[in-house]
Structure formats: structure tokens, C-alpha cells
């Protein structure tokens, strides 16, 4: 049993967490699920949301998996240190870490990603690149495996990213049952991006 954590801040991308949410959901003798914050609490989201977390040092399961979600607040979340060094404390003990969107620039605003190949939302892509010089952002790309690391592209990329995840880890028949079951027509080929221009 693995334990993915979900890092969540308020005016987050409802998709980009819930999607990501109902695949890893669709497994749950492999996955449990648990959802962070800097400090506990209820979170609130454009879309009128809210979520109850625990604050990161109170989390019950050591995380395996993060999940670095995307939304407006990641231009503030870029310049906040102490979210980068809560953000980098998660990443470097876990086994993997899953990004949506502009995650990866909170991801790559902490360094995180330096010398490694990653993409992002191509309506933010120009904000997304300026955090970071040391990344090698590919930019036609559903989603992209470097390592540890999976980052995604917009927002509903993170499901196809997510189901990707899960074809590596229990084969694509697996990954492919959780997307009929939900009756979802996943892009399988990571390097198929329509919105790419």
C-alpha cells in the first residue's frame, strides 16, 4: 500500500486535484490517499470547493507519491518560501512526484526540477518557463516521465498523466480498466498534445 499526498493551497484547479483523485481512488488496495496543506485546515477554491486537510507535519502516512497540484495562487506560492521549503521537504522523501499543470512551476521555482525534462499548461507555458532556466520544458507533450518525476500538461492532462502512472506501475490493462470504468477516453501516447501550437 502506497501513500499518495495531495499538496493543496486555497484557489487551487478543481480538475487538477480531482482528477488525478478518481483514478489513484479507482485502486484502493494500492492506494490510500491523504490531503495536505502548509497549515491544516479548510481550503476554499475558485470554484467554491472546500477541503479539509492536515497540516504537513501533522500527516498520519509518510508520503510515497506527491501530487503537486496547479491554479491561480501558484504565482504567489512561487515566491513563498516557506511553501517551497514544506513543497521540497515532501518531494525529496517520496518515491515519486506527480505534477498538474502549473505544479511544475511551483516544482521548478524550488529547484526541484533542474536538469530534468518537464512540461506544463501551454495557456500559462511563457509564466511556467520564466521560473526556471535549469529545466528542460518540453513543450508538445501530454505529459512527461524523467525519473521520479511526472509532470503534466492542463489541467485535465493530469488524468491521462495519472493513468500513465498507473500503466507503468500495474500494466496497461490496469490503467486501461480504470478509464472504461469511469467511461473516460484516455490519450495513451504521452506525446499526442492537440493543444500544443
Same mark, same amino acid.
Given at each position: 500500500?502506497?501513500t499518495l499526498? @495531495? &499538496?493543496?493551497?486555497d484557489?487551487?484547479?478543481?480538475l487538477? #486535484?480531482?482528477?488525478?483523485i478518481e483514478?489513484?481512488? $479507482?485502486?484502493?488496495?494500492?492506494? %490510500?490517499i =491523504?490531503? @495536505?496543506? &502548509?497549515s491544516?485546515g479548510?481550503?476554499h477554491?475558485q470554484?467554491?470547493v472546500t477541503?479539509?486537510?492536515t497540516?504537513?507535519d501533522n500527516?498520519?502516512?509518510?508520503?510515497? +507519491? &506527491?501530487?503537486?497540484?496547479?491554479?491561480?495562487?501558484? $504565482?504567489q506560492?512561487?515566491?513563498?518560501?516557506q511553501?517551497l =521549503?514544506?513543497?521540497t521537504y515532501?518531494?525529496k522523501?517520496?518515491?515519486? +512526484? &506527480?505534477?498538474v499543470?502549473t505544479?511544475? @512551476?511551483? #516544482?521548478?521555482?524550488?529547484g526541484?526540477?533542474d536538469g530534468?525534462q518537464a512540461?506544463?499548461n501551454? $495557456?500559462a /507555458?511563457q /509564466?511556467v518557463?520564466?521560473?526556471?532556466s535549469?529545466?528542460? /520544458?518540453?513543450?508538445?507533450? %501530454?505529459w512527461?516521465?524523467?525519473?521520479?518525476?511526472?509532470?503534466?500538461?492542463?489541467?485535465?492532462?493530469g488524468?491521462d498523466? @495519472?493513468?500513465?502512472?498507473?500503466?507503468? $506501475?500495474?500494466g496497461?490493462?490496469i490503467?486501461r480498466q480504470?478509464a472504461?470504468d +469511469?467511461?473516460? %477516453?484516455w490519450?495513451e501516447?504521452s506525446?499526442?498534445?492537440?493543444f500544443? =501550437?
Amino acid at each position: 500500500m502506497q501513500t499518495l499526498t @495531495a &499538496l493543496v493551497f486555497d484557489d487551487f484547479e478543481t480538475l487538477d #486535484l480531482y482528477g488525478v483523485i478518481e483514478m489513484f481512488g $479507482r485502486l484502493p488496495e494500492h492506494y %490510500r490517499i =491523504q490531503f @495536505a496543506s &502548509l497549515s491544516g485546515g479548510i481550503i476554499h477554491n475558485q470554484h467554491n470547493v472546500t477541503l479539509t486537510t492536515t497540516a504537513i507535519d501533522n500527516l498520519e502516512y509518510a508520503t510515497d +507519491i &506527491l501530487l503537486v497540484i496547479g491554479g491561480q495562487s501558484t $504565482r504567489q506560492l512561487v515566491n513563498d518560501k516557506q511553501f517551497l =521549503q514544506a513543497l521540497t521537504y515532501l518531494a525529496k522523501n517520496a518515491d515519486w +512526484i &506527480l505534477s498538474v499543470c502549473t505544479g511544475s @512551476a511551483l #516544482l521548478a521555482k524550488a529547484g526541484l526540477l533542474d536538469g530534468k525534462q518537464a512540461t506544463s499548461n501551454k $495557456r500559462a /507555458w511563457q /509564466w511556467v518557463i520564466s521560473q526556471s532556466s535549469q529545466v528542460n /520544458w518540453v513543450a508538445q507533450a %501530454r505529459w512527461v516521465v524523467d525519473g521520479k518525476f511526472y509532470t503534466s500538461s492542463g489541467v485535465s492532462a493530469g488524468m491521462d498523466m @495519472a493513468l500513465g502512472f498507473i500503466a507503468d $506501475r500495474h500494466g496497461l490493462d490496469i490503467a486501461r480498466q480504470v478509464a472504461y470504468d +469511469i467511461e473516460y %477516453r484516455w490519450n495513451e501516447d504521452s506525446l499526442q498534445d492537440e493543444f500544443y =501550437q
